[in-house]
């Protein structure tokens, strides 16, 4: 009879324990490449503390339309001739009009420069022309870079 009932006490507490909520063990999820794999043990011992971590706010679907429709239409105002403007102008402001702004001032800031160093080349000293054909080449490389 003793026997018995230590095995009803044993299967008694096995299945409780294999019965207990899977959510009590920690379980971590461990990339190493484009394979994933799951552990009972921490994949590094970095620890990361995420209890305050700022939550993203979704943006305003109505903030994002109104954002976009004016992005279309300053776009579509660089689209169209100004008047007295000439094709090549015009050519150019359109290329432009895609750029990054930095990108457009540094092209503005190269279409007054080049023809400066353009006119130094026409001096009689020597360096100076030299220094302004390094300088010329320099701005010219530039701006094929930028696609100005």
């Known amino acids: ?6 095995l009803l006490v044993l ?12 959510s009590g063990q920690t379980v971590f999820k461990c990339r190493s490449g484009r ?10 011992r970095r620890m990361v503390n995420t209890d305050e971590a700022p939550v993203p706010a979704k943006p ?3 903030e994002v339309d109104v954002r976009r429709l004016e992005e279309n239409r300053a776009i579509a105002r660089a689209m169209r001739p100004k ?7 015009f050519k150019t ?8 702004a930095t990108d457009r001032d540094e092209c503005a800031r190269l279409d007054k420069r080049m023809p400066v160093e353009k006119a130094r080349m026409k001096k009689l000293d020597e360096d100076e022309v030299s220094n302004a054909q390094a300088e010329l ?3 010219r490389k530039r701006f094929s870079e ?3």
């Open 11 to 22: 299967s008694t507490l096995i299945w409780i324990g294999a019965s207990a909520p899977a």
């Open 146 to 148: 930028l696609k100005c």
């Open 137 to 139: 080449g320099d701005s």
């Open 60 to 62: 305003n679907p109505k």
């Open 35 to 44: 394979s994933v794999t799951y552990s009972e043990k921490p994949c590094s």
């Open 1 to 6: 009879m003793f026997h018995n009932s230590t």
């Open 83 to 89: 008047p007295g403007e000439s094709a090549e102008d």
């Open 93 to 100: 402001r359109r290329r432009r009009a895609r750029m990054l």
